[in-house]
């Protein structure tokens, strides 16, 4: 059974599985109870974000291209760098995360948690060095390997965590949360023990080399926060946490989808960094998977109605209706996964094979489009909050078209 294969299978039962972890425990718990599943969300957001030095995606534009030429060591010397930066940052990053928990502790849950929170702090290092290891996994062309990790903590672990949930209550199933990645994490990094040396590759002149050549990457990922996990965190300090609760719902909703469209299109397109050199294979394999993604969007658009019609009854089935605004909240949801789907194609041609410079372009578009939309729409009505979702994907669509038409295709790649 080849990758693609093993792939879409674990991505149906990772869509059913994801989805009835977050609808059964959101259904049996208070809506502001749930909201402390939002703070651990931004917590996690932020050390993934901010702990990401760009390394791991210069690795994976380059990684099959060294192994193909037999720079075995540069590999090393990658996926070593890009270990220890993760888990530096990451330790710096606990001192502000420490004041924002005190903070939301204080001004939203009447000073309680705040214990729970500094253990979701704890936590979050292992979960940057996880991210780490998933996307050196992904540049190996190993996206089953990274796919069955993120499933194992985010899908599986949630799975473990509603058994607590059941028998124990909801503070044991948070515990159960944050303690799976802790321990998925120290497992899973032994994936890469032969190719990780710190007394050979940990050195100055080396890694600031190494940043030099990933800094697009960098401030790619940094600004690309702005858009991805900053309307979490503000919606955590200036809303209630009723109204928490349920952004907490629709970003894990979202969350959700989006892996599964990465993990259909990335694996397909990153293995054609093999392609490189050869110009007309690499067009005729880009067009067979843009037939795909025209499929699986006029599926998703003949779905689109019956999700408007029932989408009141099928909350009410999952006991998820006292919810406010989540309804409205999934339809914006789906339709941008829909601009999602369509803007991912060209946007992943152009992150793999074009200059690193149009990666910070793209994400530059997607913070700007994305925080000025959302903050027009936060203020005219907190129900259409995920409108920003399809007008900042059909903004990088439209973008992302330009370059491939001005760039003629794959004629001028990297």
Request: net charge positive; glycine share 4%; with cysteine.
């Amino acid at each position: 059974m080849n990758q693609s294969v093993k792939l879409i299978i674990l991505q149906l039962f990772s869509l059913g599985l994801g989805f009835f972890s977050v609808f059964y425990v959101a259904g049996n718990i208070p809506p502001h109870l749930y909201a402390v599943v939002g703070v651990y969300e931004v917590i996690v957001s932020i050390s993934r974000v901010f702990s990401n030095a760009g390394i791991e995606t210069f690795a994976i534009r380059n990684v099959l291209f060294y192994e193909k030429e037999g720079e075995l060591n540069k590999i090393s010397e990658l996926i070593t760098q890009s270990l220890f930066l993760r888990i530096v940052f990451a330790l710096f990053l606990m001192l502000p995360l420490i004041l924002y928990a005190k903070y939301i502790s204080a001004n939203k849950f009447e000073g309680e948690y705040f214990s729970l929170f500094s253990l979701m702090i704890l936590s979050s290092v292992f979960i940057a060095i996880n991210d780490s290891v998933v996307l050196l996994l992904k540049s190996f062309n190993k996206y089953f390997s990274a796919a069955f990790v993120n499933f194992c903590v985010n899908i599986l672990g949630r799975l473990i965590a509603i058994f607590v949930f059941i028998y124990f209550g909801f503070d044991n199933y948070i515990y159960v949360i944050i303690s799976l990645p802790i321990i998925i994490t120290s497992i899973v990094v032994f994936k890469l023990k032969k190719w990780i040396s710190f007394r050979k590759h940990i050195n100055k002149n080396s890694i600031i080399f190494n940043l030099k050549q990933s800094k697009h990457f960098t401030f790619s990922s940094y600004i690309a926060y702005v858009y991805n996990m900053l309307d979490q965190l503000l919606v955590s300090v200036f809303f209630t946490a009723e109204i928490l609760s349920s952004f907490t719902l629709g970003k894990r909703i979202l969350t959700i989808s989006r892996t599964i469209v990465g993990n259909i299109f990335d694996p397909m397109i990153q293995k054609l960094v093999n392609l490189k050199k050869d110009i007309l294979a690499l067009e005729t394999k880009i067009n067979s998977i843009r037939k795909m993604k025209n499929i699986m969007l006029l599926i998703m658009s003949l779905f689109l109605p019956l999700l408007i019609i029932y989408i009141k009854d099928l909350l009410v089935l999952l006991n998820l209706i006292r919810y406010p605004y989540l309804d409205t909240f999934i339809i914006f949801i789906y339709v941008g996964v829909l601009f999602f789907v369509q803007m991912k194609f060209k946007y992943t041609i152009i992150i793999m094979f074009y200059d690193s410079i149009y990666n910070l372009k793209l994400s530059s578009i997607m913070a700007i489009t994305g925080a000025i939309t959302f903050a027009l729409v936060v203020n005219f009505d907190v129900r259409f909050i995920f409108a920003y979702l399809s007008i900042t994907y059909f903004s990088v669509w439209v973008y992302s078209w330009l370059i491939y038409k001005k760039k003629k295709g794959l004629t001028k790649i990297k």
